[in-house]
């Protein structure tokens, strides 16, 4: 048996490293949460290092984003670009923003060039443009051909002197094998002469990524690289300019590609959110964080369900799948719809609290007074739609009818609207149940149901009375539909809904009665 990669893992440091130029989204988060668990699982510490060297991409505000979706989701960074309470960056090994680390990077670059492993080229955009299409029309690979690799020093600095600008590019060994062992991959080979002389910086003050982050893992002592397959070409340049400075290897893990449905590299067109919109849609952290760890990790049993605590204690490289990840939102529907119903009824109310105000069905009082002056619970509710004022109970029980099938939390807005409206709007024709043949039928079941409903006493109109009186009646007629279907519609004004008997009981006898007695002066108008 070949060793196991964990079996000599010590002093790890892994370290995510976004480009703030977006939102942080899941694919980004995979990246964060791998790394995150690669160093927790064995002991190590997660470096957040933020490149930014595209300066026209880079925003703060992005960058802000990325601090804020990684803290909600529990993904805690060991160090980074925060400061303690002295103004002073956590962690050893800063600045953490690439962008406040060009000085490093000016002194590893005149290095290179002095020692000739790194040259100034001068050709224009238009002369690199026309290399590239020449050596696609040839089927060559699109790279430098070197014409500024031999310069004289005096061209050198008759360029120089003519502020002409230049690129310093990597003289790129020819002919060699580049090997890794990738922990996911395995072995991996490239052949340098595919890579060409790559740029390193555009002049000496706008240092490019592969070799700025060759610089920044080793000067933070990074171990291990985890990061999106879709850095592998990189990884052979960045190992032939370690070994150019005589850095010290890291090691690499690199991710399967995350793809859609259709097997597809995934794209905006797939309902790919920011972190902030599934925040905001009501996803839990929980959730994302699970579902994401299931994009490339397969923890080989049938377990599905992790929490990130376990997911430290149970992830291990060896288990990451070469083969692309699928993103599937319905997965993610179905792990936050599990995560909901994990929750505490009175905690999942509160939670959803907030979209039942943004849609405008309820707003919260203050203080509220009875008309004896007796002073209420602080938190009450009124209803917008009829000026009711409502406790947390009624709340509690609304939600309560659609735990079960709630995914998201924005979606009890659309699922429980109804108990929280005045008059319903629907056409009469909705409460006829499709095996009924005249509207007296309609007529003589809602009747019925209003007679027996009116006849419970306010205190016993609770849903164990209601299923023993209404089914009992149910119970007599062809089917149940008879009764239970007009109810339904003249309770919700839907369809679709929870059981008509469980939605009486949550709106209590008065609203009931009330809705059944419009559902009654409707049938009126038809015939
Ligand atoms: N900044 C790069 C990105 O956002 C990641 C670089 C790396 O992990 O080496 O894709």
Redesign the pocket.
């Known amino acids: 048996m070949t060793s196991n990669i964990s079996d000599n893992l010590s002093n790890v440091r892994t370290r995510f490293?976004?480009?703030p130029t977006g939102p942080l989204n899941p694919g980004g988060v995979r990246?964060a949460l791998f790394s995150y668990l690669f160093a927790k699982r064995y002991g190590g510490s997660l470096i957040l290092r933020i490149?930014d060297t595209d300066i026209e991409r880079s925003k703060k505000e992005w960058e802000q984003d990325i601090f804020e979706s990684m803290k909600w989701l529990g993904l805690v960074w060991d160090e980074g670009p925060d400061y303690d309470n002295q103004s002073k960056y956590i962690g050893e090994y800063g600045p953490y923003r690439q962008s406040e680390r060009k000085e490093i990077y000016a002194k590893y670059l005149k290095k290179l060039v002095e020692e000739e492993k790194a040259y100034y080229c001068f050709c224009s955009k238009e002369e690199l443009e026309s290399y590239k299409q020449y050596a696609m029309s040839q089927g060559l690979p699109p790279v430098y051909p070197g014409k500024c690799r031999d310069l004289d020093q005096a061209t050198i600095q008759k360029y120089l002197d003519e502020k002409r600008p230049f690129l310093i590019r990597f003289k790129t060994p020819k002919g060699q094998k580049i090997t890794f062992n990738d922990a996911v991959r395995g072995k991996v080979e490239f052949d340098s002469t595919l890579l060409g002389d790559f740029s390193l910086s555009k002049g000496f003050d706008n240092p490019l990524?592969n070799f700025v982050?060759v610089i920044d893992d080793y000067e933070m002592k990074i171990t291990d690289?985890v990061?999106?397959e879709d850095?592998i070409s990189?990884t052979p340049k960045q190992i032939l300019l370690q070994e150019a400075l005589g850095l010290s290897k890291v090691r690499y893990a690199h991710l399967p590609l995350i793809l859609n449905e259709k097997r597809q590299k995934l794209s905006k067109r797939d309902n790919v959110l920011p972190i902030s919109a599934y925040k905001k849609e009501g996803y839990f952290p929980e959730a994302l964080n699970n579902f994401v760890a299931l994009l490339g990790w397969n923890p080989g049993t049938e377990k599905e369900i992790f929490s990130l605590e376990q997911l430290t204690k149970e992830f291990s490289v060896e288990k990451i799948q070469k083969a692309g990840a699928i993103f599937n939102p319905q997965k993610l529907d179905w792990l936050n719809g599990f995560y909901i119903r994990q929750k505490p009824l009175k905690e999942l109310a509160r939670l959803c609290i907030p979209y039942l105000e943004e849609r405008g069905l309820i707003k919260k009082n203050e203080k509220m007074i009875r008309p004896e002056d007796e002073l209420l619970p602080e938190v009450s509710y009124s209803i917008i739609a009829t000026g009711e004022n409502i406790f947390e109970d009624y709340l509690e029980n609304a939600i309560a009818l659609y735990k079960e099938r709630l995914k998201k939390l924005s979606e009890i807005g659309d699922l429980v609207d109804f108990l929280f409206a005045g008059i319903l709007e629907y056409p009469a024709e909705m409460l006829k149940w499709k095996k009924m043949t005249d509207y007296q039928e309609l007529a003589d079941s809602l009747n019925k149901t209003l007679e027996l409903l009116s006849a419970i006493e306010e205190k016993d109109f609770i849903k164990e009375n209601l299923e023993k009186i209404l089914l009992d009646e149910a119970g007599k007629m062809p089917d149940r539909g008879f009764l239970l279907w007009p109810m339904r519609v003249a309770l919700t004004g839907k369809m679709n809904s929870a059981g008509p008997i469980d939605i009486a009981a949550v709106l209590g006898k008065q609203r009931t009665v009330k809705r059944i007695e419009d559902a009654i002066s409707k049938t009126r108008s038809v015939k």
């Open positions: 490293a976004p480009s990246t490149e990524y982050v690289v990061r999106g850095h990189n």
